[in-house]
């Protein structure tokens, strides 16, 4: 493998698909998680005791505001939990997310277990984007931390 492919992705890399997936247990229940990195956005799906597809959102960072924008692609709404995991997601990480989540509704703790758990290993991928901002307030790299 050549160095640059070993480098941090960023926004504007190669064309291809990068997929990781890994699972996890906390409060006696097991979460699947799958990432795929496409060219400018990442895909994840999180399961939590099952392989089911749920809610679909997503999230993209703004020049214009802080926040990210957040749509719901399939079932649920711009305020559930699904879509407050995206915009949040987007916002740490600087990627377009669309995230796919089937997690037990009324349960905070096993959504934030799945998010921190989630955004560990986006971290680890070295899909964060860096402290250096421009300007204008977007990121300028991502770079592994």
């Known amino acids: 493998m050549d160095k640059e ?6 926004p504007d890399m190669e064309p291809g698909l990068e997929m990781t997936q890994f699972s996890d247990e906390s409060n006696d229940s097991t979460f699947h998680f799958q ?22 959102f997503a999230a993209l960072p703004t020049r214009w505001d802080k926040t990210a924008s ?3 692609l399939v079932g649920g709404g711009a305020e559930s939990t699904g879509a407050s995991m995206a915009r949040r997601l987007s916002m740490r990480t600087g990627w377009s997310i669309i995230l796919s989540s089937n997690l037990p509704s009324n349960a ?10 989630l955004f560990q290993e986006l971290r680890t991928l070295g899909y964060v984007k ?16």
Not at 36 to 45: K, S
């Open 130 to 145: 860096s402290a250096s901002k421009t300007s204008s307030g977007a990121a300028t790299s991502l770079t592994p931390v």
């Open 108 to 117: 905070p703790v096993l959504e934030a277990f799945a998010e921190q758990r």
């Open 35 to 56: 990432i795929l990195r496409l060219v400018d956005q990442l895909y994840v799906w999180i399961g939590c005791n099952s392989a089911r597809m749920g809610n679909l």
């Open 70 to 72: 957040v749509a719901a």
């Open 5 to 10: 492919a070993d480098a941090a992705p960023t």
